[in-house]
C-alpha cells in the first residue's frame, strides 16, 4: 500500500510540474539548434548529409531547406511519441526570407521557449497548408532523410540547409 502513495506521489509530481522528460530534451535542445548549409553539386552535397553527426530519432523537430534552380523543397519532420514522425512538405520559388527569418526567430528566442514550436509557426504563416505524412518511420541516417530532397532538386548547383530544432 505504501509503494502505491510512492508511486501515485511520483506521477502527480510529473503531470503537476508539467516537464516530461520529452519537454525537458526539447529545452535542452532549443538552447543548442544546430544548422548545416550545404551548396554545389548535389552528389556531393548528398554525401555530406550523410556525414552529419546527428542522430535524427534523438529529436523532435528538424527541417530541410533545399534550392534549386526555380523551386525550393521545404520539409519539417515532427516526432510523435510513438517515434514515428510526422512530415510536412512545402514547395515555394525561393527560400532565401523564410530562412532569415527562421533565423531571426531562433536567436530572439534564446532556448527559452521551443524553438521548434516556434519555427513552425513560421513556417504555418509563411506557407500556409502543407502536404502531410504521418506515420512515417524514423529515418535510419540524415542521408535516408534529406538525399531525396536533393537528388529532386531541379539544377547542377544547388543548396540544401538541414536545421536540428529541438
Same mark, same amino acid.
Request: charged share 15%.
Given at each position: 500500500m505504501k509503494s502505491n502513495r510512492v508511486i501515485a506521489a511520483?506521477?502527480? @509530481?510529473?503531470?503537476?510540474?508539467?516537464?516530461s522528460a520529452y519537454a +525537458?530534451?526539447?529545452?535542452?535542445?532549443?538552447?543548442?539548434?544546430e544548422l548545416y548549409s550545404f551548396y554545389g553539386e548535389k552528389g556531393t552535397i548528398v554525401k555530406k548529409l550523410a556525414n552529419l553527426p546527428a542522430k535524427l530519432s534523438e529529436h523532435r523537430v528538424f527541417l530541410q531547406v533545399t534550392q534549386g534552380d526555380s523551386s525550393a523543397n521545404i520539409k519539417l519532420y515532427e516526432q510523435q511519441e510513438n517515434g514515428t514522425f510526422t512530415v510536412t512538405e512545402w514547395s515555394t520559388k525561393q527560400t532565401s526570407r523564410l530562412l532569415a527569418d527562421i533565423d531571426k526567430a531562433i536567436i530572439a528566442n534564446k532556448g527559452v521557449n521551443c524553438v521548434g514550436e516556434q519555427v513552425k509557426a513560421i513556417l504555418d504563416k509563411q506557407l500556409h497548408a502543407g502536404k502531410v505524412s504521418k506515420e512515417v518511420p524514423a529515418p535510419?541516417?540524415?542521408? @535516408? @532523410? &534529406? $538525399?531525396?530532397?536533393?537528388n +529532386? $532538386?531541379?539544377?547542377? &548547383?544547388i543548396k540544401s540547409a538541414v536545421i536540428i530544432l529541438c
Open positions: 511520483m506521477i502527480s @509530481a510529473v503531470l503537476l510540474s508539467g516537464t +525537458q530534451t526539447c529545452r535542452r535542445s532549443s538552447w543548442n539548434p535510419a541516417s540524415p542521408e @535516408a @532523410a &534529406f $538525399a531525396h530532397s536533393v +529532386q $532538386a531541379r539544377g547542377e &548547383f
